[in-house]
């Protein structure tokens, strides 16, 4: 290279990382190379090929700025698992994204990725689903097509900090055999109904926090419940903030231990029956109502006077 034009090149400044993607926004490489980022939700491609940066003069200092612009979060390193499957088993199963009728073969989903509608078809032996969406965030809708499998044990934590989700279909669900459902749909924020009459909750120990910060939940039927195992109300219902009323004329309370905080800020709450509520295994029941309208709370003292409603 002559000296003339390594003048030149150290004159040349680098250009602004905005002007640079609009430059070249209509080039054929780059969109190649975003097609190949939204598909694997990685951005190493470019920042690890210093060939490529260079062919496309990219300036990527600025690498957080830039994976924000082509509207994508910077996570390379936070993937959260999408499926749960121990350790030596196979990944048997289907998942389709956005009504697409290709199948994603893969197991992991980012924490943010730009999902909104799922559907996926359970069709192999699977024992654990804790986490399975677990901050999801972006997701808005998830059907189960099939769900023929009956060793299902863990649900834990399932469908946790979906903020976005609306619409849940769970009517296939198969949960005989299931023992946690804590935190189950903790922080499902969005979901104003929520359809459990085909649950089977015989083997549940665990419903802590099971519907924490559901708080556009306007109704809940647990009829179908069983509670005789469950030992763990922790926060069941706290800050469901626009349930009216509560059935929970079926709950078998003989082997609680903890109803911390179990109707927590349930500010509308004003039909709520625990007037046979058993909790002589109780062993924490502080701040149970706290945060509950005075009404309620009146109402709760004179059906049961063995629960504690004074710790506001």
Do not use: W
Not at 152 to 168: A, K, R, W
Not at 261 to 274: P, S, T, V
Not at 304 to 310: A, P, R
Request: a positive charge; one cysteine or more.
């Amino acid at each position: 290279m002559n000296s003339g034009n390594k003048s030149k090149q150290a004159q040349r400044k680098p250009m602004n990382l905005k002007d640079v993607l609009e430059k070249l926004k209509s080039d054929y490489i780059l969109q190649k190379i975003l097609e190949y980022m939204k598909k694997n939700i990685s951005l190493g491609i470019i920042k690890y090929n210093k060939g490529l940066q260079k062919r496309l003069n990219l300036n990527l200092k600025d690498y957080k700025n830039y994976s924000l612009l082509i509207e994508l979060e910077l996570k390379l390193d936070n993937y959260g698992k999408f499926i749960n499957i121990p350790e030596g088993q196979k990944r048997y199963f289907h998942i389709y994204f956005d009504n697409s009728n290709v199948e994603a073969k893969r197991d992991r989903l980012k924490e943010n990725e730009n999902v909104k509608i799922i559907n996926i078809k359970i069709d192999k032996q699977v024992k654990s689903f804790t986490r399975l969406f677990c901050f999801c965030q972006n997701i808005t809708s998830i059907n189960f097509k099939k769900f023929s499998r009956t060793d299902i044990t863990n649900m834990g934590c399932m469908f946790q900090g979906c903020i976005s989700l609306e619409e849940l279909n769970l009517s296939k669900f198969n949960t005989e055999n299931v023992t946690n459902m804590a935190y189950m749909f903790d922080e499902c924020s969005s979901l104003e109904k929520l359809d459990l009459s085909n649950f089977n909750t015989n083997n549940v120990t665990n419903m802590s926090c099971m519907f924490n910060k559901c708080s556009s939940l306007k109704e809940l039927e647990l009829s179908s419940f069983n509670t005789d195992n469950v030992t763990d109300m922790y926060k069941m219902f706290s800050k469901c903030s626009k349930l009216k009323k509560l059935n929970l004329s079926n709950f078998n309370t003989q082997n609680v231990s903890s109803m911390n905080r179990m109707f927590n800020k349930c500010l509308l709450l004003k039909e709520l029956d625990i007037s046979h509520f058993n909790i002589d295994n109780v062993e924490d029941m502080s701040f149970m109502f706290k945060g509950c309208n005075d009404d309620l709370k009146k109402k709760v003292k004179e059906q049961n006077q063995n629960i504690n409603i004074d710790d506001d």
